[in-house]
């Protein structure tokens, strides 16, 4: 157990519909990054926040935002859904900001599957 | 240009046998970190084992350790003693000082037969 939260575990939905994936950091970790994980694509960084400030975004859709809030858990949010969203979104959380070496710990991971 | 790569999409192991696990990457950053994850089938990544660019000896974390190889950009994984548990996808990883986000390679499925 990474001691990282991901909520839902699983996620099914409809073209054109948003939703919302909860992730909860390790206790004391500050930073909090998502990533896509599809077949064709393999693992994608997303975006990534820093004590409730936006720090780096990578091959992030327009259709698709996130925050972290003071208690620095942190959303993301899939909007207009379309077929090609259908992948594992995990959430990682490391302790500090930069440094290039401070170790990504992994969520178990939300699978959203869009009909 | 990819800037991790692994070579071997697949691996076939014997139960009890050795393993390595081949990753190159690529940067002009001097200051780095490499890390390996597991993927089993269930999906969660789980960390494995971490070496720094600046790190004198190789990283080992019980049965993994990491053969660095600094000038040959080369960062592989070795697994002794396989298991059958060990059966998993692995990604070699790295992530640059000037940057937050960790660059994933392609992964290797590795089987461990009994």
């Known amino acids: 157990d990474s001691g990282v939260t991901q909520t839902p575990k699983h996620l099914i939905t409809a073209t054109g519909q948003r939703v919302t994936l909860r992730c909860s950091p390790r206790?004391?970790?500050?930073?909090v990054y998502w990533y896509q994980q599809s077949l064709d694509q393999g693992l994608q960084f997303l975006i990534q926040?820093?004590?409730?400030?936006?720090?780096a975004k990578g091959n992030i859709l327009e259709r698709f935002s996130a925050q972290q809030f003071p208690d620095l858990h942190s959303e993301l949010n899939l909007s207009s859904l379309e077929l090609g969203d259908s992948a594992l979104y995990f959430c990682?959380?490391?302790?500090?900001?930069?440094?290039?070496?401070?170790?990504?710990?992994f969520g178990p991971g939300t699978r959203l599957t869009v009909l | 240009a990819q800037k991790i790569t692994q070579t071997q999409p697949g691996m076939f192991v014997q139960e009890k046998e050795a393993v390595t696990l081949d990753c190159t990457y690529d940067?002009?950053?001097?200051?780095?970190?490499l890390f390996w994850y597991k993927q089993p089938s269930s999906g969660e990544m789980i960390f494995l084992i971490y070496?720094?660019?600046?790190?004198?000896q190789n990283a080992t974390e019980g049965r993994y350790s990491l053969n660095f190889q600094k000038a040959r950009k080369s960062a592989n994984l070795v697994i002794s003693a396989s298991q059958l548990g060990d059966s998993a996808m692995y990604f070699c990883?790295?992530?640059?000082?000037?940057?937050?986000?960790?660059?994933f390679g392609k992964g290797t499925r590795l089987h461990i037969l009994p």
């Open positions: 940067t002009s950053d001097p200051s780095y970190g």
């Open positions: 070496q720094g660019s600046y790190d004198q």
């Open positions: 926040y820093y004590n409730g400030e936006e720090r």
């Open positions: 990682a959380s490391s302790l500090r900001l930069a440094g290039g070496t401070d170790t990504q710990y």
């Open positions: 990883a790295m992530r640059e000082r000037r940057d937050d986000k960790i660059i």
């Open positions: 206790s004391g970790d500050l930073s």
